[in-house]
């Protein structure tokens, strides 16, 4: 079983988005271990209504938060702890590849001690970042490459999103980490509009995963 961890660079970057597209594309399994707030509904149930194939198998949450708030924020709230081993020992067991979506970046706290890259970490997973082309997306995409440089996770590329200025070549030459695909602004989500991203996504996926 491959491991993918689809990691942001903040916070409504579009990691869900690219997340459904790349489940799509490669057929794979989705997982989110960790949900914070679901009032308009969880991110698995989006990505389940967004997918067309039959392989694709959408794995429960570990911790389910009703908070829309940083994990451990939402948890204490619960009178909750996130466990990382918990998490790890809860790891679906599919021979399928699994597409695991974080919650925010990667130094979004999940308890007290650890964080997103701790998580990233334990799961030896394969990153891909996801970044919004927007103001401040350079100073925000070189940060989050440094920490992933500097604890030596190992890196799939970069998946852009949107199309505000054209940063992702110089992005990905100051971070030395490769271009997978970018996805245009999507004015009308559906199955068959993630369904076109996904197969014009699956060569390049397939290469550098």
């Known amino acids: 079983m491959k491991l993918i961890f689809i990691t942001g660079t903040g916070t409504g970057v579009g990691k869900t988005l690219v997340a459904a597209i790349v489940t799509e594309a490669l057929q794979a399994d989705y997982w989110k271990p960790v949900q914070a707030g679901f009032e308009t509904g969880t991110d698995s149930l989006w990505v389940q209504q967004l997918i067309s194939n039959r392989n694709s198998v959408i794995h429960p949450e570990v911790y389910k938060l009703t908070m829309p708030a940083s994990p451990h924020i939402a948890a204490r709230a619960e009178r ?9 020992s809860c790891l679906p067991a599919t021979k399928n590849q699994l597409i695991i979506e974080g919650a925010g970046g990667l130094l979004v706290p999940l308890n007290k001690n650890e964080f997103v890259i701790d998580l990233v970490r ?5 990153v891909i970042i996801v970044s919004k082309n927007e103001l401040g997306s350079i100073n925000h995409s070189l940060l989050t490459a440094a920490v992933l440089k500097k604890e030596k996770i190992d890196v799939a ?12 070549n110089e992005i990905a030459s100051w971070s030395d980490y490769p271009v997978i695909a970018s996805v245009k602004h999507l004015p009308n ?3 068959e509009t993630i369904l076109q991203e996904a197969k014009r996504m699956k060569r390049n996926l397939e290469k550098f995963i």
């Open 189 to 191: 989500i559906s199955k």
């Open 122 to 126: 334990k799961l030896k997973a394969r």
């Open 80 to 88: 909750k702890e996130i466990a990382l081993p918990h998490i790890v």
């Open 157 to 168: 590329g970069w998946i852009f999103n949107c199309e505000y200025l054209h940063y992702e």
